[in-house]
């Protein structure tokens, strides 16, 4: 069966600090790997999408970024921390093929406090 | 720009009732409408997913329906119990992209 792990779970940085979330998928191939960002009372945020190796989509501009150094791994980076980074983050993976009815699965979430 | 919406932000009911939760979305050009729960400070579990050929789908106590051409999706909850209390989302995947956009949840609690 497929699982996903992401970690750390929880995470307290000072600002202007360098950030690394690091997320992997086991007992699946070429997954398509999501980083989401959920703040306070808001919905979930896309912030990076990968369908290969190598191949990040960018949703929104801003202080992070990704990378997939593997295929079943995803890693959500910053140079330096801003307060407004603070949130719950979410990696998720799908099945490549689309539009079939290829649910989305979530990892446990990453809590990050810039402080 | 696809936008969907969760009213109410909040609900409470009693154990045992049946309650419906609400999900809108402005554009109709979707392949499935997934419904989501997630527990405070953890991640989504997926708990059914409507494709958009489909008009509802059950599991258990739970029944989503889908109505494309208004943009309407319910999940509706059977003898609530009090570990139904969690936040619940609805995501649409939309045609030629593979990236959901969520609602904000509604918050549900059962009172026992």
């Known amino acids: 069966s497929q699982t996903i792990h992401q970690w750390p779970a929880t995470l307290v940085q000072p600002v202007g600090s360098p950030l690394s979330l690091e997320c992997t998928v086991e007992?699946?191939?070429?997954?398509?790997l999501y980083w989401y960002r959920q703040a306070a009372g808001r919905g979930l945020q896309l912030l990076f999408y990968s369908v290969g190796i190598g191949q990040i989509s960018s949703e929104v501009p801003q202080n992070l970024s990704a990378s997939r150094p593997q295929d079943r791994q995803f890693i959500l980076s910053s140079k330096k921390l801003l307060l407004s980074d603070s949130g719950f983050y979410l990696c998720a993976w799908s099945v490549r093929a689309r539009g079939s009815g290829n649910t989305i699965y979530f990892g446990e979430g990453s809590w990050l406090t810039v402080v | 720009k696809q936008e969907v919406t969760q009213i109410p932000a909040a609900l409470s009911v009693p154990e045992g009732e049946n309650l419906v939760l609400n999900c809108s979305f402005t554009?109709?050009?979707?392949?499935?409408l997934q419904w989501f729960r997630q527990d405070p400070g953890k991640g989504l579990t997926s708990l059914l997913l409507?494709?958009?050929?489909?008009r509802e789908q059950t599991s258990g106590r739970l029944n989503a329906s889908l109505d494309k051409s208004s943009g309407r999706s319910t999940l509706y909850i059977a003898a609530s119990q009090p570990g139904d209390s969690a936040t619940y989302l609805c995501a649409v995947e939309p045609f030629g992209n593979e990236k959901l956009t969520f609602g904000t949840g509604t918050r549900l609690t059962i009172i026992p």
């Open positions: 007992g699946t191939s070429n997954p398509n």
């Open positions: 409507i494709q958009s050929s489909q």
């Open positions: 554009d109709s050009a979707i392949y499935n």
